[in-house]
């Protein structure tokens, strides 16, 4: 089976590229499955401009013609399509045993059990709401402390690793792809839509007697 998969697009963000992922879109083949894993939309209960949901409504035109999965995103929580087609919506999918399919949020065991952290954010989120700022989502925050930011992503990392090993799969992908081949774990941020450099390798080894 022939699979495209594509992540955090953060659909309705400055960062987005229209134009770029249009194209892209109007290129891929009808014989290919097409799989969208999580955060497709950057505010889930946000008004979206016409180009923004244009992109969204050829997803749904897409899904006639071919297999479209939605994996869903931390982002995409409480988004309902106006247009979903015969879209399939998932917490996670696979291809066969080749690949396990999910969202980076499926494997974060640190988020879930910080109350104190998203209750700060919660706090902070809400004053700078009634000054006048955008809302925004808690993984924004989030990334403003490096470090913390760096735990998280290896926790997912590692989780994820941990995962497709217990159930037999050769690779993972979660939001970015993790190999697993000889022993070693490689993660290409390939998918990134931010600007700035990216497709830059990381890999590092984990034990094989684990």
């Not at 409504?57 to 869903?72: G, H, P, T």
């Not at 799969?169 to 970015?176: H, L």
């Not at 792809?177 to 490689?186: A, E, G, S």
Request: net charge positive; aromatic share 12%; glycine share 6%.
């Amino acid at each position: 089976m022939n699979a495209i998969i594509v992540s955090d697009l953060h659909i309705g963000s400055k960062f987005f590229l229209y134009q770029d992922f249009d194209f892209f879109l109007n290129n891929i083949p009808q014989d290919v499955e097409f799989i969208l894993n999580g955060d497709i939309i950057e505010y889930p209960y946000a008004h979206l401009k016409s180009a923004d949901q244009q992109i969204l409504d050829c997803f749904a035109e897409m899904s006639q013609r071919q297999n479209v999965v939605w994996v869903r995103g931390n982002h995409d929580n409480g988004y309902i399509p106006s247009n979903l087609g015969n879209i399939h919506i998932k917490q996670y999918y696979s291809i066969q045993k080749k690949l396990f399919i999910t969202h980076g949020d499926f494997f974060d065991k640190v988020m879930p059990q910080s109350r104190a952290f998203i209750k700060a954010f919660k706090m902070m989120h809400d004053l700078r709401v009634r000054l006048g700022a955008r809302p925004v989502h808690v993984a924004e925050y989030a990334k403003k402390w490096k470090r913390f930011y760096g735990y998280l992503r290896k926790n997912v990392m590692l989780n994820a690793v941990h995962y497709a090993r217990e159930n037999g799969f050769k690779a993972v992908t979660c939001g970015i792809p993790i190999m697993l081949k000889n022993n070693l774990l490689t993660v290409s941020d390939t998918l990134t839509p931010a600007p700035g450099p990216s497709g830059r390798p990381i890999t590092c080894r984990w034990p094989t007697t684990a």
